[in-house]
């Protein structure tokens, strides 16, 4: 059998992708009072899921695969949430915030808005550990120019 030389062998190119090693569910639900709700989670500093909700959609969940290397990561939720008032006057809350995920492969996260929607996080409601708030608005979320 004869080998081609080198300038005729294919070749081929592997792309280095992170294995992964698990995965976990973010949801979010329209709350009580709201039009409509644009949210976005970053995980690692990496924009993982959009969340689009109003009275037709109240409800969506995204599935988060995680790398091998890592077992805690960082998050940060961002949003716009427009409410009705019980006067019927419409207002829109730029909302945000950030923290750590502590081995949250195989949990069902959820996302929670609180204090007249001045908080915005993340929460695991079978293991309150899996998620630690960091206080204050995330620095990852910058408001929209539009």
Same mark, same amino acid.
């Given at each position: 059998?004869?080998?081609?030389? /080198? ?7 592997? %792309?280095?992708?992170? *294995? ?26 990496? %924009?993982?899921? &959009?969340?689009? %909700?109003? @009275?037709? #959609?109240?409800?969506?969940?995204? #599935?988060?695969? &995680? ?36 081995? /949250?492969?195989?949990? @069902?996260?959820? *996302? ?10 993340? *929460? ?17 979320? *910058?408001? /929209?120019?539009?």
């Amino acid at each position: 059998m004869q080998i081609p030389p /080198p300038s005729s062998r294919p070749v081929r190119v592997l %792309l280095a992708t992170p *294995a992964l090693a698990g995965s976990f569910d973010v949801e979010d639900g329209y709350g009580e009072g709201e039009v409509s709700e644009v949210s976005r989670l970053y995980v690692d500093e990496q %924009l993982v899921a &959009t969340f689009h %909700l109003d @009275h037709d #959609h109240t409800t969506q969940t995204a #599935h988060v695969e &995680t790398p091998v290397s890592r077992v805690n990561h960082s998050y940060a939720l961002c949003g716009e949430i427009t409410i009705r008032r019980p006067a019927g006057k419409i207002e829109i809350h730029q909302v945000s915030g950030e923290g750590v995920l502590h081995e /949250p492969d195989g949990h @069902h996260l959820v *996302a929670l808005g609180a204090r007249n929607f001045t908080e915005f996080y993340l *929460a695991d409601p079978d293991d309150p550990n899996v998620v630690e708030r960091h206080p204050g608005r995330s620095s990852l979320c *910058a408001a /929209p120019t539009s």
